[in-house]
């Protein structure tokens, strides 16, 4: 199934943006590392691209994708575990918020990660989970640092296995 990442955008817009070169990368080998422990002995995150953030912190700059199209805000946030239907906000303009809005669970899937906690098929859970807004046209200041700076945030919280949620 072909995912259309053009759809809530401007046609014109889109149009011009299906120009970008196509990189044809299904002979490559796909990374990957094997787990060091156990999955029922390992300290589990959630990281999702759906642009989620608590009601109390700072949302994701909307306001400038809407000025700047080829732009999208290269932050991330972090969810606390246990946070609330009421006190989480999506920003996001690429996917129908609404959903989230109802349960942010279809986005971040918290209350599976709890049940498998509770099933003991994961040894732990993060105590905090970090989400992005997926919509990265330019991928230069999230990959230099946005991600490191993601990735050390779960190495200080000693995660042993991510799962990434994408909208």
Same mark, same amino acid.
């Given at each position: 199934?072909?995912?259309?990442?053009? $759809?809530?955008?401007?046609?014109?817009?889109? /149009?011009? +943006? $299906?120009?970008?070169?196509?990189?044809?990368?299904? =002979?490559?080998?796909?990374?990957?590392?094997?787990? =060091?422990?156990?999955?029922?002995?390992? $300290?589990?995150?959630?990281?999702?691209?759906?642009g989620?953030?608590? $009601?109390?912190?700072?949302?994701?700059?909307?306001?400038?994708?809407?000025?700047?199209?080829?732009?999208?805000?290269?932050?991330?946030?972090e969810?606390?575990? =246990?946070?609330s239907?009421?006190?989480?906000?999506?920003?996001?303009?690429?996917?129908?918020?609404?959903?989230?809005? /109802?349960?942010?669970?279809?986005?971040?899937?918290?209350?599976?990660?709890?049940?498998?906690?509770?099933? =003991?098929?994961?040894?732990?859970?993060? /105590?905090?989970?970090?989400?992005? +807004?997926?919509?990265?046209?330019?991928?230069?200041?999230?990959?230099?640092?946005?991600?490191?700076?993601?990735?050390?945030?779960?190495?200080? +919280?000693?995660?042993?296995?991510v799962?990434?949620?994408?909208g």
């Amino acid at each position: 199934m072909a995912v259309n990442s053009f $759809k809530f955008m401007p046609r014109t817009l889109a /149009e011009s +943006m $299906k120009v970008w070169p196509y990189v044809d990368t299904s =002979g490559e080998e796909i990374p990957w590392t094997p787990p =060091g422990k156990a999955i029922q002995e390992s $300290k589990v995150a959630l990281v999702s691209s759906g642009g989620l953030y608590c $009601k109390d912190d700072r949302p994701f700059d909307l306001d400038r994708e809407r000025k700047e199209p080829l732009w999208g805000d290269p932050s991330f946030r972090e969810i606390p575990r =246990g946070i609330s239907q009421q006190d989480i906000r999506a920003a996001h303009l690429h996917y129908e918020n609404s959903h989230a809005l /109802e349960d942010y669970n279809c986005m971040l899937p918290l209350a599976a990660l709890e049940d498998m906690l509770a099933e =003991g098929r994961i040894g732990g859970m993060s /105590e905090y989970h970090l989400t992005f +807004m997926g919509y990265q046209p330019r991928l230069g200041t999230f990959v230099r640092e946005s991600a490191p700076r993601m990735a050390e945030r779960l190495m200080d +919280m000693d995660v042993d296995l991510v799962l990434l949620s994408s909208g």
